[in-house]
């Protein structure tokens, strides 16, 4: 049994050389530049002080985990983490793929393309800028929003420093930031779509709806599929930059995630150790979302990241 | 099969792990030439300090503006004293914090290492990563060490709680830094007197926002606002002494936040906030938001530098009248004037271990306090950016004084009075400001009594003092805790989101819970050194 | 089958047979299309009438729908930002060059982890997949460049970044979706995998080639964060990372900025705004030239079973 094994391993190894060979540069970039530096998540473990690097540093344990599971913020940085990533989840990622099909289904050419050049402009504007101008857009005095809010009767909202209003601001400030970008994939796929599957439902007098709903869906399920599984891990690793710059002390029950604590403690406290620990509390919550995704999409729909 | 993979993945990790290298340490060797004295026989500073020129490494971001060595006054340094700088990061670094500590990491550390605040270069230094300057200063320091032997607080900034001097401060020979300014021509339109204590400033501050002194017809204005709205209620605290940091009361250091006169102070800028004294959105306001308000003729009160009283030659074209002066601080609850903010030394430069020639950088360091090198920090270039009278008097010229920057911002950007170990005179701030300007620094300076010397040093509000370094952790671990905590709760009881006076049992209790007791005790230990070291409370 | 394709794009309804409810939809279509356009570009357009409008005026609110009292005076400044010509270069430089890297290793790996018959495949694909969520976070990874003595250089910015694992995925997946019937063909006629690849497979995949290559180019157009650390010569930084400093300078430094009254003609807000809109065109100049790849179709999937 182990000999056949063995065999048929050389066999395989023989048949497929020349793949490994285009396979070794990404190889070997992997290695080199994701998996050596891996090692310093070790610093989790570790009193670190980055002048002293590692042997210099005090070997702690799960000290740093424990400091970070017992300390007051842990339950509200995770439950905060996983809100916005369902937020995220429920607006975010589907907004792209009926971006796009708006987009696929628009009649009018020229409207088509200014759509889609329009959309994915946000993308080039750095969080910074974007935030700066949501602050300004949401200004209770001089922002548009609530201009328009007042023009129709309502009250101006000084939504900065609500938390309810936390999440909403950021899911849609994502939104508009990276909807546009994030159809391009959508767009490339349904453009792949066979055509005689059209003319065929249209020979059978389906309308709009029911061919989306019917061909274009269906056509698009492996691409969801993927990216979503590639996104859910995404959602979960909110980016600090724009929370920070986003947030204030009132709005903290809301908006103080995993990675916006590990950045108080690790740039700003320059205590590395928590930090790390704090991150690879994230990593593990997107690792085994991710593989549940994995899972549950291969159950239902037979396909799978891996 | 899967099984397999991550079994294989496993063993990935674990063979690189010898792999990854631990940050190879070279030991610095000094130069072992023979030195020239710093000074002349006739005491004068000898120049140039090295014969031929040096080049030596540095890493500074000051604000964001790295070090660079074609500033002119750095030029200048350079023409007399052969010594020339090289900045170890590039001029498009934007972020100090990073850089720093990519710096360490990397272990090749600049020969020349300043940063933003004094507990890093110590922990830095007690690491093995700069030099001690004690001995170096003794020998090749003259000026500096006459100033830390005439000037204790100087001598004791500089010294860290091991006895070890790791970096060269930057004085400060100015004391008072914020004051308080109302608009005049507002005062008088409404026939009010000049607030005295906090009780009549809310009586003023409420006819501000009732009585229309904009005269527009609208509610608009805005009685009390600040440009730095991410640190103001804190300071609006002050008003009723208290704040949400620690103080010294009879040398014990005590909470603000646990003390009665915190509960004063909140009930109060809570009634402040909602009756709209103060500006509501006062938390994400920004930087701008001092030019915006005076320029619309909205904001009636703010708390802030000197800088407030330039609007007077700027803005009575557009609004004519237009006067910004400065008042005494109110007297709190108690009657009791005190202004809480001071300046302190600051941060300044040390010398790293891997530098080669230390003792030339130590006598550079030194040249900076010599009348000369002082003259360049704090005024630039004679000639170009000042010029001096017959009687010796020094004067900034035009182009500092009607540059489009701020004389500051023009100051800085030839390299003047940047983040280094230098006695800074702040002559800019007299000499450059208006009429009302220096009537308000005459009223702060004839009032000593305002300010409490017994107070340790303050940076930005904060507590700035010299920590035991098993303290050090736990004390930023605790307030890491702690300040985020308060801070939350106190923008939540100002906006009306939860009520202060159900809150206040559960809150304290929470910040227990959170170690404040810990805190306290170490904060005790530290001012308890501080006085100690012999010099707290004289100057 | 070009004519399908072509009434395909056209909106989905090939022949004119065309219903109420057709045209009602259509409608609805554009006026959602119209309304996608006002939401996108307003923001856009604001920062555009911002940069020419008088500073003032932007910081209290007033510029809305239109400039006040417009001038140039913030393009003029930042134009005038120090190495903004070098930096400019310097981001087409890494742009170009780096997707071409980056093209490289990905359209090789993806490839290899794309053919069923390679060795440890699933290893292979969980060792890059992986990734996505461990990754060894800043301080290691610039310990890692400093090992291989590649701090402030060019080539680290290049090579440091070879692949990114969720355009490499996409890349594989549209390997996978070619017909494996060209390949059994090639194979039969003793092709090598190398030729497989290089003449049957690339050129086939020129949508996807295409797409993966405008998400390379824009990560690599607006990239700062590395660049800015492991750069440390002036000459040799990007454009992203000069405006990241505008734009951090401006929360540092305007406690000590210049006084903004009705009078001013720029501030730092609005020449960052200025910035912007000259760091954006090259990108909306070259979009469009790659979005008429798509029209040949993409399909990213997930492997069967």
């Keep these: 049994m182990g000999l056949s094994r063995s065999r048929s391993l050389k066999k395989r190894f023989i048949g497929s050389w020349q793949l490994l060979i285009l396979l070794l540069p990404g190889l070997i970039w992997y290695i080199l530049f994701c998996y050596r530096p891996m090692i310093g998540l070790r610093m989790a473990f570790y009193d670190y002080n980055v002048f002293r690097g590692f042997e210099g540093s005090t070997f702690v344990g799960l000290d740093n985990f424990k400091t970070y599971v017992m300390g007051p913020d842990f339950f509200r940085t995770i439950k905060n983490t996983l809100f916005i990533a369902l937020w995220q989840m429920l607006i975010c990622f589907p907004a792209p793929i009926l971006l796009a099909i708006i987009i696929t289904e628009m009649r009018f050419n020229v409207l088509k393309k200014i759509v889609q050049t329009v959309t994915f402009i946000p993308y080039f504007i750095s969080a910074v800028v974007v935030c700066g101008m949501v602050v300004n857009f949401l200004s209770p005095s001089t922002g548009i929003i609530n201009k328009f809010i007042e023009l129709f009767g309502g009250e101006a909202t000084y939504f900065m420093v609500y938390p309810q209003y936390f999440r909403p601001v950021y899911t849609l400030m994502t939104l508009w930031q990276t909807a546009g970008f994030n159809a391009i994939v959508y767009i490339a796929a349904l453009m792949g779509i066979d055509p005689q599957l059209y003319e065929a439902a249209l020979v059978d007098g389906a309308g709009r709806f029911q061919r989306i709903w019917h061909i274009t869906l269906p056509g698009i399920i492996p691409t969801i599929v993927t990216m979503f599984i590639m996104n859910i891990g995404k959602m979960v690793k909110v980016g600090y930059e724009s929370i920070l710059l986003l947030y204030q002390p009132s709005t903290y029950s809301t908006a103080d995630v995993i990675s916006t604590y590990s950045f108080r403690m690790g740039i700003q406290n320059g205590d590395y150790g928590i930090a790390t620990a704090a991150g690879l509390f994230e990593a593990i919550i997107a690792l085994i979302l991710v593989v549940a995704a994995n899972k549950v999409s291969k159950r239902l729909t037979e396909s799978a990241l891996w | 099969m899967k099984k397999t993979a991550f079994i294989l993945l496993l063993a990935l990790i674990a063979l690189s792990m010898p792999v990854m290298a631990g940050g190879s340490k070279e030991s610095s060797a000094s130069a072992a030439a023979p030195q020239t004295p710093t000074l002349n026989e006739d005491g004068t500073f000898h120049l140039p300090i090295t014969d031929k020129k040096t080049e030596f490494s540095i890493f500074l971001n000051f604000n964001n503006m790295p070090f660079d060595p074609n500033w002119k006054v750095w030029q200048k340094l350079e023409e007399l004293t052969n010594i020339r700088f090289k900045s170890v990061i590039s001029q498009s670094n934007s972020n100090e914090d990073e850089a720093y500590n990519l710096m360490l990491s990397s272990g090749n550390l600049a020969d020349v290492i300043g940063y933003v605040n004094a507990s890093d270069l110590e922990k830095l230094g007690r690491d093995g990563g700069l030099l001690p300057l004690n001995d170096l200063i003794d020998e090749y320091a003259p000026h500096i060490k006459a100033l830390m032997d005439s000037n204790p607080a100087f001598k004791q900034y500089a010294t860290s709680t091991d006895g070890n001097i790791y970096f060269i401060p930057k004085n400060q020979t100015l004391k008072f830094a914020e004051f308080w300014f109302i608009r005049g021509d507002w005062l008088e339109k409404l026939g009010l007197e000049v607030p005295t204590t906090v009780d009549e400033l809310y009586d003023v501050l409420t006819a501000f926002r009732n009585e229309d002194p904009n005269g527009n017809g609208l509610k608009d204005e805005i009685p009390l606002f600040d440009r730095a709205g991410w640190k103001m209620p804190d300071e609006y605290l002050y008003l009723w002494d208290t704040s949400i940091e620690f103080y010294v009361r009879d040398g014990k250091i005590v909470y603000e936040p646990l003390e009665e006169n915190f509960k004063t102070g909140v009930r109060n800028l809570v009634k402040w906030y909602q009756e709209g004294l103060i500006d509501p959105e006062i938390f994400t306001r920004g930087p701008k938001g001092r030019d915006t308000l005076l320029a619309a003729n909205l904001g009636g009160m703010t708390h802030d530098w000197i800088s407030a009283v330039d609007y007077n030659t700027k803005l009575p074209a557009t609004i004519p009248g237009f006067k910004m002066i400065g008042i005494a601080p109110p007297a709190d609850q108690n009657g009791v004037v005190k202004e809480r903010t001071m300046r302190y030394p600051g941060v300044g430069w040390g010398i790293s271990t891997q530098c080669k020639d230390p003792v030339t950088v130590m006598k550079f360091m030194d040249f900076l306090f010599t009348e000369t090198g002082s003259n360049l920090m704090n005024w630039g270039l004679e000639g170009e950016s000042y010029t001096v009278d017959e009687n010796g008097n020094k004067q900034f010229t035009d182009a500092v004084l009607k540059s489009d920057q701020t004389p500051v911002g023009y100051l800085r950007s030839i390299g003047a009075l940047y983040r280094v170990g230098m006695n800074q005179t702040g002559e800019y701030e007299i000499v450059s400001t208006n009429d009302e300007g220096k009537a308000v620094i005459d009223l702060y300076e004839s009032h000593p009594e305002w300010y409490d010397m017994t107070q340790p040093p303050y940076a930005d509000g904060e507590l700035d003092m010299k920590y035991f370094p098993e303290d050090e952790i736990r004390y930023e671990r605790i307030m890491g805790q702690i300040q985020p905590y308060v801070e939350e709760k106190l923008q939540g009881w100002i906006l009306g989101t939860s009520d202060f006076d159900a809150d206040y049992d559960s809150f304290i209790k929470e910040l227990h819970t959170r170690g404040i007791d810990e805190a306290i005790e170490i904060n005790q230990r530290a001012y308890d050194y501080y006085i100690e070291s012999g010099l707290g409370s004289s100057n | ?305």
């Design chain 3, 1 to 305: 089958m070009s004519h399908k394709v072509k009434a395909r794009n056209n909106g989905g309804s090939a022949v004119g047979i065309e219903s109420r409810g057709e045209i009602a939809f259509d409608i609805v279509v554009a006026i959602i299309g119209v309304l996608l356009i006002l939401v996108c570009v307003y923001p856009i357009y604001y920062v555009v009438i911002a940069s020419i409008s008088r500073p003032l005026y932007v910081e209290n609110g007033e510029v809305m729908f239109r400039p006040i009292m417009a001038n140039l005076e913030s393009y003029k400044e930042a134009l005038k930002t120090p190495y903004l010509w070098a930096s400019f270069g310097n981001s087409l430089f890494y742009t170009l060059f780096g997707v071409l890297v980056n093209m490289a290793f990905s359209t090789t790996m993806a490839y290899a982890l794309s053919r069923p018959r390679l060795i440890f495949r699933k290893f292979f694909t969980l060792l890059a997949v992986f990734t996505m969520w461990f990754s060894a976070g800043i301080i290691p990874l610039y310990m890692t460049f400093r090992d291989f003595g590649l701090l402030d250089s060019r080539a680290a910015i290049l090579f440091g970044f070879c692949i990114n694992t969720y355009n490499m995925i996409i890349l594989k997946s549209f390997f996978e979706q070619v017909p494996s019937s060209l390949e059994e063909a090639a194979f039969i006629d003793g092709a090598s995998d190398f030729r497989i690849f290089t003449q049957i497979y690339l050129p086939l995949s020129k949508p996807a080639l295409a797409t993966v290559g405008l998400f390379y180019a824009v990560t690599r157009w607006n990239g700062y964060f590395w660049p800015m650390n492991l750069l440390t010569s002036d000459s040799k930084v990007p454009l992203q990372v000069l405006l990241k400093k505008l734009l951090v300078d401006r929360t540092a430094n305007e406690m000590e900025s210049a006084i903004i009254t009705a009078e001013s003609l720029s501030s730092q807000t609005t020449v960052i705004y200025a910035l912007i809109i000259l760091a954006i065109i090259p990108m909306i100049i070259v979009y469009p030239f790659i979005q008429k790849y798509f029209k040949s179709g993409l399909t990213i999937g997930a492997n069967k079973g």
